[in-house]
């Protein structure tokens, strides 16, 4: 006959290693738990700060941002850079809304491209703005950087069967520090409008050839592409 003493021991035993395995389970659960939780505020996170439609920085995003990398440049000038599409409701208008977005897209990821490390974001609508790292404020330098973002820009957008051109209105300031960001941006907003306000006779989905160039006071640069 078996011990007693023998037979308890090895429901306790028994008992045991259940226990502990349904600890095991439990905590593998809470950290398959606690995984899904940090991915769900990461995500949140994202959304919160990040464009649905470009995936790049939103508006908040942009000026929390770019008023870290100023204060991280320590006196160092960077660019400021504002681009509209010209005529952007047009697209829309002849091909849909789904077109429209298929531009943007394009947009923001060839600015992005062309940004490299370089902060970028769609502050609403067709409106991007970036803050480029510059060797220089010359104005012979911006005047080639903002061209050669206008050619970046000018590709054909293939939508289904159509191909899609579109021109750009681009506005540069240089800016010091973070205190000097908003005027910056003002500034290269408003420079962005006088290029637009040059106009073009084309069509928005046609490619503009010529390039008018302006130089204001305080160095932004206004170029219409």
């Known amino acids: 006959m078996p011990d007693p003493f023998t037979i308890v021991s090895g429901i ?10 349904q600890l ?17 505020l990461t995500a949140e996170r994202h959304a919160a700060s990040h464009d649905p439609l470009t995936g ?3 508006r908040r995003a942009f000026y929390r941002l770019a008023g870290a990398l100023l204060t991280n440049a320590a006196g160092k000038p960077l660019i400021a850079v504002v681009l509209d599409l010209d005529n952007f409701k047009q697209v ?19 600015f992005a491209a062309f940004a490299g490390d370089n902060l970028v974001a769609r502050l609403g609508g067709d409106e991007f703005a970036g803050l480029l790292a510059s060797p220089t404020v010359d104005h012979c330098w911006m005047e080639h950087t903002a ?50 306000s040059l106009g073009t ?18 160095d932004p640069m206004t170029v219409h592409h």
Request: charged share 25%; with cysteine.
């Open 12 to 21: 306790c035993a028994a008992g045991a290693v259940a226990a502990g395995f």
């Open 24 to 40: 095991r389970q439990r905590a593998v659960r809470a950290e398959a738990r606690i995984e899904t939780l940090q991915a769900e």
């Open 56 to 58: 790049l920085p939103n």
């Open 92 to 110: 829309n208008d002849r091909y849909g809304h789904a077109a429209g977005d298929q531009v943007l897209i394009s947009v923001a990821a060839r």
């Open 147 to 196: 061209h050669r973002l206008g050619d970046a820009l000018a590709a054909p957008i293939e939508h289904g069967t159509v191909s899609l051109r579109v021109t750009v209105s681009v506005g540069l300031a240089p800016v010091r520090g973070p205190a000097q960001l908003a005027d910056a941006l003002c500034r290269a907003d408003a420079a962005m409008y006088r290029a637009k």
């Open 201 to 218: 006779t084309r069509q928005t989905r046609q490619l503009v050839d010529a390039h008018h160039v302006e130089s204001h006071r305080d």
